[in-house]
């Protein structure tokens, strides 16, 4: 079955990187396009950046130019690299595929931008 597993989230301060990543199994991950999304305390999912099968990105205007998606097919895994953290970026982060016309997602990885 497919299976999207999230790992790196962490305490960081404003102004610091983080790279998390999405072990993807269970399907033909060189094949689709996976996302990143989010969800800050109080508010909705939201979408951060996605990358296709053939790497192109994606992004939320809010990260763009500080946030990286990419991916490698061969390990299977997708990864997002922020930098330039600001505390508004404290959400818990998504790994998310759709396939076969369903929606799959990861357990999620928290990340905390604060001082």
């Known amino acids: 079955q497919v299976q999207l597993v999230e790992s790196g989230g962490d305490l960081v301060q404003p102004g610091g990187s983080l790279k998390l990543s999405c072990a993807a199994s269970?399907?033909?991950?060189?094949?689709?396009?996976m996302a990143w999304y989010r969800q800050a305390p109080g508010k909705g999912r939201e979408l951060v950046g996605d990358?296709?099968?053939?790497?192109?990105?994606n992004y939320a205007g809010s990260v763009k130019g500080r946030f990286t998606v990419s991916r490698d097919n061969t390990k299977y895994t997708a990864y997002l690299q922020m930098d330039s953290l600001k505390p508004e970026d404290t959400a818990v982060y998504y790994c998310?595929?759709?396939?076969?016309?369903?929606?799959?997602w990861g357990q999620g990885t928290q990340v905390t931008v604060s001082s």
């Open positions: 990358i296709t099968h053939n790497g192109i990105t």
């Open positions: 998310y595929v759709f396939y076969l016309g369903k929606e799959f």
């Open positions: 269970g399907f033909p991950f060189n094949f689709y396009t």
